[in-house]
């Protein structure tokens, strides 16, 4: 059983790829948050080429001080971002790691989207330098 609750402005396709092969729950939400002047972003990501559906985006391996655990304060679960988290789409990019890192590293307002497969929340992924 599948379960979607992906923000507006979340790709279709870029969903359907994130989502590929999997029978498992999972739930997909959006995260929108502006970087100020001097804030960390507050993840760090790594990628992983395990499956084809990893390609398609980044995994959360931390969350620390910084404007997404900002996020998560004001947030009500499920919806707290958290290491294992999938991002699939950051503001319109998709389907390209490089691209979508290149965009959280540039754009101020960023609007991530997030999926969260069940077996993410039994356990973090290894951490791996900061990208913003």
């Known amino acids: 059983a599948e379960s979607h609750a992906a923000g507006p402005g979340a790709n279709p396709q870029a969903l359907a790829n ?18 100020t002047k001097g804030a960390s972003l507050g993840i760090d990501v790594m990628y992983s080429s ?31 971002v958290m ?26 307002t960023l609007k991530l989207h997030v999926l969260r497969r069940a077996w993410a929340r039994r356990g973090a992924l290894p951490a791996a330098p900061p990208v913003a």
């Open 18 to 35: 994130a989502t590929a092969g999997c029978s498992e729950p999972q739930l997909s939400f959006s995260v929108v948050v502006t970087k």
């Open 50 to 80: 395990a499956a084809s559906w990893t390609r398609n985006g980044v995994f959360i391996a931390r969350v620390f001080e910084g404007v997404v655990k900002d996020w998560n304060a004001t947030s009500q679960e499920p919806h707290h």
């Open 83 to 108: 290491p294992g988290d999938f991002i699939f789409q950051v503001n319109n990019v998709h389907g390209d790691c490089v691209s979508m890192v290149q965009e959280i590293r540039a754009s101020r």
